[in-house]
């Protein structure tokens, strides 16, 4: 891969974009073989094995080539794919996919081939013979009866049907009826979905539900108005708060599992553009989009063959899922559905703009969040409590429990419970009794979300109980903890974590933590009125922040709690920014039962129960 002509990209047109999908396809063309339908990608493992994976492969790399296809835009790229997938679902052939079983990860591929055949129809179709296409129909139409999780799962079974039927196809709409049905027993409203009963609401939520859910109502409105105009309306009702999540330099709020899709965080942008959703203005969609894919052109994330690597920012093994393959991460491909789109549609001649004007703060309480914007600041982050995910992946803690996550340092993940320098104590209140074997929030027992403040109720031990309080309050946020304890224990609590590389502190500073980097500025200040704590700082081992490879350096502040009630309160703040001027930290007033905070000119009060 010329990685030259990469960085020489401005990714400002529709060329522009469909060159760098082209660079992204082009290595995986040394990796066809005859003797195989699927890509053979690295020598790691997910949990569905390597057969299964070689396919999966080759399948999200479709997600690209099928929206190239829309407009003869392929240049002889689906030639090769057309006949691998004639291969894999010819049950004759040696290299046939084979029968999907209750929860297979080919049910989860299955829905690319349905974006195709509804997207493409008979310039699909007449690319295969009337039995081949036979072959392609039966091994799709497993997923009608198939046993799936009930999750985004269910819009997979929708894709194919949908793709059935726009191709001419015996389609089901009782499969259909039935998979929305399932689906409709999780939405909570405001636009937002959990993804399964009881489940986060995290990007699956963007670059599943309604990613899925706009390209339906985009190809089957007519046959279906009512539900194509629901499900534009909770496109446009979940617009309104995803649009935070983004960043201005293009960057998202790294939060959650499947990081490791990486621009697929913005997939979303790319089905709001295709359905024509009036939700932004065509320049700020392509602004959103466009920014997001310059950000991650300039990471490491590619290997020196030209493959998506497995990680975040750059190849990051211990960061990902179980079910993550070599070929995952081609799912990012989501996000070239913008290919689709003419070149003289609106999306494409319109100048780019920037971000919509957005408050400094704005909650989602569907997701139990808060999102910052912090006016005169670079740094956008968003305040979390009470998402725990239930199948618990690895290191769900550290993608879904900590206090904050930040579009710019994202956030580190545990590399081991013994020694808090393994321990992901950023944006983080870790316990410990002597045995240096630490606990943090995991499960949340009660959420409150108001427009400025979260505030959770959690148990690291049956006999400690911690109300946790996240106050917004700009560039800094507050967090207050009332902490009743039959314990005595050590605490560590830790701001947001830069990069080790050219790293200082400030002189010493009574309560505070101040840290600098090559990468920028992190600060956490003791506002305890009762127990004072030590500032100091962990360094943690390298590859275990998800947005650089070398160590993370995390301000903390250190204590001993006793038993009985226990106040400890912080102010913290960050920036890209090596040697930033913080604003005034926020003031505290304890009177009665509630905290008085006076920050900017500002006031409000936070009612606690002393």
């Known amino acids: 891969m010329d990685s030259g002509n990469i960085k020489l990209n401005n990714l400002s047109t529709r060329q522009d974009v469909i060159q760098y999908l082209s660079t992204l396809l082009k290595p995986l063309d040394a990796h066809f073989s005859p003797s195989e339908a699927g890509f053979h990608l690295g020598e790691t493992c997910a949990h569905y094995g390597a057969e299964i994976a070689r396919m999966e492969g080759l399948s999200r790399a479709l997600w690209g080539v099928f929206p190239l296809m829309v407009n003869g835009e392929d240049l002889g790229i689906s030639t090769r794919y057309i006949e691998a997938i004639k291969r894999g679902t010819d049950p004759a052939s040696s290299q046939y996919w084979g029968t999907a079983g209750p929860y297979d990860q080919r049910l989860v591929e299955m829905a690319v081939y349905g974006l195709g055949l509804a997207l493409l129809q008979d310039r699909l179709t007449e690319k295969f013979t009337s039995q081949e296409l036979s072959h392609l129909f039966d091994w799709l139409n497993q997923i009608s009866s198939s046993v799936m999780p009930d999750s985004n799962w269910n819009y997979f079974a929708i894709m194919v049907q949908l793709g059935f039927k726009r191709a001419g196809l015996p389609w089901d709409k009782q499969a259909i009826e039935s998979r929305f049905n399932l689906m409709e027993a999780y939405y909570l409203g ?156 609106i999306f494409w001649t319109c100048s780019e703009e920037g971000l919509p004007l957005l408050q400094e703060q704005h909650e989602i309480p569907q997701a139990s969040q808060l999102v910052i914007h912090p006016q005169n600041s670079d740094h956008v982050y968003l305040l979390t409590s009470g998402q725990l995910e239930l199948n618990n992946y690895v290191n769900t803690e550290s993608k879904y429990t900590k206090f904050a996550y930040s579009s710019l340092f994202g956030f580190t993940f545990e590399r081991g419970r013994y020694g808090i320098k393994h321990a992901a104590c950023d944006s983080m209140l870790l316990l410990c009794e002597e045995d240096d074997y630490w606990r943090g929030r995991r499960n949340c027992e009660e959420v409150r979300v108001d427009s400025d403040m979260i505030g959770s109720r959690w ?54 933590s101040l840290v600098y980097a090559r990468n920028g500025s992190s600060v956490i200040r003791d506002l305890s009125p009762f127990n004072t704590r030590a500032s100091g700082h962990v360094v943690t081992p390298p590859n275990s922040s998800i947005m650089f490879a070398e160590c993370a350096v995390i301000p903390t502040l250190t204590g001993l709690i006793s038993p009985g009630i226990n106040w400890l309160i912080s102010a913290v703040a960050a920036s890209g920014e090596r040697q930033r001027i913080f604003s005034p930290a926020p003031q505290l007033v304890l009177r009665e039962n509630q905290l008085f905070i006076h920050y900017l000119n500002k006031s409000k009060a936070v009612p606690i129960n002393i």
């Not at 553009?273 to 065509?282: E, G, H, I, N």
């Open 190 to 345: 405001g636009g937002w979905y959990s993804d399964g009963p009881g489940r986060p609401r995290d990007y699956y939520i963007s670059m599943a539900f309604h990613f899925y859910g706009l390209i339906y109502t985009t190809l089957n409105h007519h046959d279906d108005p009512e539900r194509a105009e629901e499900l534009r309306q909770r496109a446009c009702l979940f617009a309104q708060d995803f649009v935070y999540m983004s960043a201005p330099d293009g960057a998202s709020i790294p939060f959650g599992r499947s990081l490791t899709y990486r621009f697929a965080t913005v997939a979303f942008w790319s089905a709001v553009a295709f359905s024509q959703l009036d939700v932004l203005t065509p320049g700020q969609v392509k602004g959103i989009i466009l920014r997001n894919l310059r950000w991650w052109k300039s990471k490491p994330f590619i290997d020196r063959d030209g493959i998506m690597s497995l990680g975040y920012t750059y190849p990051n093994l211990a960061f990902c899922e179980d079910y993550n393959s070599p070929g995952s991460p081609y799912w990012a491909l989501k996000t070239f559905l913008i290919v689709a789109i003419s070149e003289d549609d």
């Open 459 to 512: 148990s690291p031990w049956k006999d400690v109980h911690i109300e946790t309080w996240l106050v917004a309050c700009g560039e800094w946020h507050l967090r207050v903890h009332r902490i009743d304890s039959a314990r005595q224990l050590k605490t560590v609590e830790g701001g947001f974590a830069v990069s080790y590389e050219h790293m200082a502190t400030s002189p010493a500073e009574q309560r505070e």
